[in-house]
């Protein structure tokens, strides 16, 4: 997953939301490259996953319980949004 993140730049402070985080497997391979001034918003359709990628990720990120196309987030809120291996 790091070939991901080689190839999606989010600006300085940008915000970023992952739609099917799972167990935020792209962020655990990643955190040496996490920008801390990054706003991070993860969201799976299962609330166990969720529980699963606060537990690796921690306060570093904000998590929802949400599915697409049903997000509860406003239109362009995000500089990045990845939807990476989802299950349609």
Same mark, same amino acid.
Not at 58 to 66: E, K, M, N, T
């Given at each position: 997953?790091?070939?991901?993140?080689?190839?999606?730049?989010?600006?300085?402070? =940008?915000?970023?939301?992952?739609? =099917?985080?799972?167990?935020?497997?792209?962020?655990?391979?990643?955190?040496?490259?996490?920008?801390?001034?990054?706003?991070?918003?993860?969201?799976?359709?299962?609330? =166990?996953?969720?529980?699963? %990628?606060?537990?690796?990720? =921690?306060?570093?990120?904000?998590?929802?319980?949400?599915?697409?196309?049903?997000?509860?987030?406003?239109?362009?809120?995000?500089?990045?949004?990845? %939807?990476?291996?989802?299950?349609?």
């Amino acid at each position: 997953m790091r070939w991901l993140f080689e190839r999606e730049v989010a600006p300085p402070a =940008g915000r970023l939301l992952e739609v =099917g985080c799972g167990p935020a497997g792209l962020w655990h391979e990643n955190l040496d490259r996490i920008d801390r001034a990054w706003t991070l918003t993860l969201t799976d359709f299962s609330a =166990g996953m969720i529980e699963v %990628a606060r537990g690796v990720f =921690g306060d570093r990120a904000s998590y929802a319980v949400a599915e697409w196309p049903d997000l509860p987030f406003d239109d362009e809120s995000f500089a990045v949004v990845i %939807a990476n291996h989802i299950l349609y």
